[in-house]
C-alpha cells in the first residue's frame, strides 16, 4: 500500500490520494472475487437450464419426477423446520432461562451437527436404523421402513438443521434478560401467559430468522439425504437428489432446470434473511441496545 | 434434552460403538488402508489449502465490508451468505459445469494447461466456495466493533498503514480469524455435495473421504465405512475443541484490554 510513509493525523479523515486508491482497489478486488466466485456460479446455472429455449425448460421441469421430488423437499422441510422450530425454543429457553447441570454440554451438544460431515450424519441413522443397525431388524419385521424410506430422509434433515434456531435465539434471548417476563410474572401473569404476550413478541425475528436458515438448508440437504435415501426414483428422492441423478444421466439440461429451482429459493431466501436485518437491526451488534431500549 | 439425546447422542454413539466393535487392529487396519490414506491426503490437503484462500479472501471481503462504504455493499453482504443458502449439489454442478473445458472460465485455462475439473484444484475452488463465508461471518463482527479512534490514535503516533495493520488490527482480529479459518476448514474437510461432481472421484487421486464412506456403504461394507466415519468423526471433534479454545482465547484477550 503506501509503504514507509509518516502518516499525519488527519490520515483517517481526510484519506490522501495513495489511501483512497488502495481503498478502491480493496473494494474492486472484493467485487471481482464475488462477480467471479459466486455470480458466475449462479448465472451458469440459469443460462444451461434455458439453454435448450424455455419449451424444454418448462418440460423438464414438469416431468413426473421431477414434480415428485419438489413434493417430497416441500414435505420434509414442513416436518423437519417445525420440529426444529420447537425444539430451538425449547433448548434456547432452558439454556438462558434457568441455570441446570450440564448447560455447557447442551450447548456443545447444539453444535455438532454444524461440525459433523453430513455423509457421517446420514450414516449414523443407517447405523440405528438400517437392516444391519440396532433397531433395523425390530423395524423391518413390523414393516416399518425408515432407512431408504421418507421417514429416514427427514430424520437426516433434522439433525442437519438442528441448530440453526437456537443458535439464533440463544445470543438474542441472552441479551435481552429476563426482566420483562420476570415482570409479567411478578404482575400474575401466568407461564402461558409470559410466553405469549412477553417472550415470544420479543424474540419474533430472531425466531424468524433461524426458521428460514433451517428452512434454506433442509430444502439444499444433499449429503446427509443422499446416504439414507437410497435414490429409489419417485419415491425418495428430494429435489437436490433429482438434480444429481439427472446430472449423472448426462441430462444436464434437465439437471440445471431442476437446480435454477433450488437456486431460485436460496436467492430469496437471501433476500429475506437481509431484508430481516436491515429492518429489524439483528445481526449489527444490536441486540443489546435494542433489548435495553 | 430427550429430544437431543434421539437425534444426535443416540446414532453418535451407534457409530462409535459399531466402529469399535471390529476390535482396535480391525479399525486400524480400515482406517489405513492404502486407498483410505490417500483419501485423507486429499481432503486434508485440499481442505487445507481450501481454508488458507478462504482466509485471505474471507478478511478482504470482512474488511472491505467492515469499512468501506460503496453503492451495492448490502448487495455484496447478502452475497457471502450465498454458500450457506445455495444447495451443495447445485453449487457442484455449476462450479463445475464453469471449469470443464466448454465452461465459461475453462475455456480460457484448459489451452494454457490449467486443469481445474477433475482434479485436486477443483476439490480445493468447490472447498473454498462453502468455506470462505465462515471466515466473512466470524471477522466481520470483530472489525466492526473494532473502534477507529484505536487506529486514528496509531496514525497520530506517526504510525504508517502497515504498522496500523499488524500491530492494533490483527491482535484483535486474529482470533476470530483463526476461528472462522477453523470451521472453514471443518466445513471443507466433510463436504461432500459440492465437490463430487468436480473432483473427477478417481481413486487414489481425487477421491475424497466422506465419498469413500458413501461408496463403501453403496458395497454393503458398512463395518468399513463406520471406521472411516468414526476417524472423520474424531477430526470433527478436535476441530469443535480448537475452535472453542480459540473462542475462550479471544474473549480472554478481550477481557485482558478493557
Redesign the interface.
Known amino acids: 500500500?503506501?509503504?514507509?510513509?509518516?502518516?499525519?493525523?488527519s490520515?483517517?479523515?481526510h484519506p490522501s490520494r495513495a489511501?483512497q486508491v488502495?481503498?478502491v482497489t480493496?473494494?474492486l478486488?472484493?467485487?471481482l472475487?464475488?462477480l467471479?466466485?459466486?455470480?458466475?456460479?449462479?448465472a451458469?446455472?440459469f443460462t444451461?437450464a434455458l439453454s435448450q429455449g424455455w419449451k424444454l425448460y418448462r418440460d423438464s421441469i414438469c416431468q413426473a419426477y421431477v414434480l415428485f421430488a419438489l413434493r417430497l423437499t416441500g414435505l420434509v422441510a414442513s416436518i423437519a423446520v417445525p420440529l426444529n422450530l420447537v425444539?430451538g425454543l425449547?433448548?434456547s429457553w432452558?439454556i438462558t432461562r434457568f441455570e441446570f447441570h450440564g448447560k455447557s454440554l447442551?450447548i456443545?451438544?447444539?453444535?455438532?451437527?454444524l461440525?459433523?460431515?453430513?455423509?457421517?450424519?446420514g450414516?449414523?441413522?443407517?447405523?440405528?436404523f438400517?437392516l444391519?443397525?440396532?433397531l433395523g431388524p425390530w423395524l423391518s419385521e413390523h414393516n416399518l421402513h425408515v432407512i431408504f424410506a421418507v421417514p429416514g430422509i427427514v430424520?437426516a434433515t433434522?439433525?442437519v438443521t438442528?441448530p440453526f434456531v437456537a443458535r439464533e435465539l440463544i445470543p438474542f434471548m441472552q441479551a435481552q434478560g429476563s426482566d420483562e417476563e420476570v415482570a409479567a410474572v411478578v404482575l400474575g401473569a401466568n407461564g402461558w401467559n409470559v410466553f405469549w404476550r412477553v417472550t415470544l413478541p420479543n424474540i419474533k425475528w430472531a425466531l424468524l430468522y433461524g426458521t428460514i436458515?433451517a428452512a434454506?438448508?433442509s430444502?439444499?440437504?444433499?449429503?446427509a439425504v443422499?446416504?439414507v435415501s437410497g435414490h429409489i426414483r419417485g419415491k425418495t428422492t428430494t429435489?437436490?437428489?433429482q438434480?444429481?441423478m439427472l446430472?449423472n444421466e448426462y441430462n444436464?439440461t434437465a439437471?440445471?432446470a431442476a437446480?435454477s429451482l433450488?437456486?431460485l429459493a436460496?436467492?430469496v431466501?437471501?433476500?429475506i434473511?437481509?431484508a430481516l436485518e436491515?429492518t429489524t437491526g439483528l445481526r449489527?451488534?444490536n441486540e443489546k441496545e435494542e433489548a435495553k431500549s | 434434552m430427550i429430544y437431543l439425546t434421539a437425534i444426535v447422542l443416540i446414532p453418535l454413539a451407534a457409530i462409535l460403538l459399531h466402529a469399535s466393535r471390529q476390535g482396535f487392529m480391525g479399525f486400524l487396519h480400515t482406517v489405513t488402508a492404502p486407498r483410505v490414506l490417500a483419501s485423507y491426503r486429499v481432503t486434508l490437503g485440499s481442505a487445507g489449502v481450501a481454508a488458507l484462500l478462504s482466509a485471505v479472501f474471507g478478511m478482504l471481503l470482512a474488511w472491505v465490508l467492515a469499512r468501506y462504504d460503496f453503492p451495492g455493499k448490502r448487495v455484496v453482504d447478502a452475497l457471502v451468505d450465498l454458500p450457506f443458502a445455495l444447495p451443495t449439489a447445485v453449487a457442484g454442478i455449476s462450479l463445475t459445469a464453469l471449469y470443464t473445458e466448454q465452461g465459461w472460465i475453462g475455456r480460457y485455462l484448459e489451452p494454457h494447461g490449467i486443469h481445474v475439473a477433475f482434479t485436486p484444484v477443483g476439490i480445493v475452488l468447490a472447498m473454498s466456495f462453502v468455506g470462505f463465508p465462515f471466515v466473512v461471518r466470524s471477522v466481520q463482527p470483530v472489525l466492526e466493533d473494532l473502534d477507529p479512534a484505536m487506529e486514528e490514535a496509531a496514525a497520530s503516533l506517526g504510525a504508517n498503514v502497515w504498522q496500523r495493520f499488524t500491530r492494533v488490527i490483527a491482535p484483535v482480529a486474529f482470533p476470530a480469524l483463526l476461528t472462522g479459518t477453523a470451521l472453514a476448514f471443518a466445513r471443507a474437510a466433510g463436504e461432500y455435495g459440492s465437490v463430487i461432481f468436480i473432483a473427477g472421484n478417481m481413486p487414489m487421486k481425487t477421491e475424497i473421504t466422506t465419498l469413500l464412506i458413501v461408496t463403501k456403504l453403496e458395497e454393503y461394507d458398512y463395518s468399513g465405512a463406520a471406521a472411516i466415519a468414526g476417524a472423520m468423526l474424531a477430526l470433527s471433534f478436535s476441530i469443535m475443541l480448537l475452535v472453542n479454545l480459540l473462542q475462550w482465547w479471544g474473549q480472554r484477550r478481550e477481557g485482558n484490554r478493557t
Open positions: 500500500m503506501t509503504g514507509h510513509r509518516p502518516v499525519s493525523s490520515s483517517l479523515l489511501q488502495g481503498r480493496l473494494i478486488l472484493s467485487l472475487f464475488l467471479g466466485f459466486l455470480i458466475l456460479p449462479v451458469v446455472v444451461q425444539f425449547a433448548a432452558a447442551l456443545t451438544f447444539i453444535d455438532i451437527p461440525s459433523v460431515s453430513p455423509v457421517v450424519a450414516m449414523m441413522y443407517v447405523e440405528v438400517g444391519h443397525g440396532w430424520l433434522v439433525f438442528f436458515l434454506s438448508r430444502i439444499g440437504e444433499f449429503g443422499s446416504v429435489l437436490p437428489l438434480v444429481e446430472y444436464f439437471a440445471f437446480a433450488l437456486t436460496a436467492v431466501t437471501l433476500g434473511k437481509k436491515v449489527r451488534g
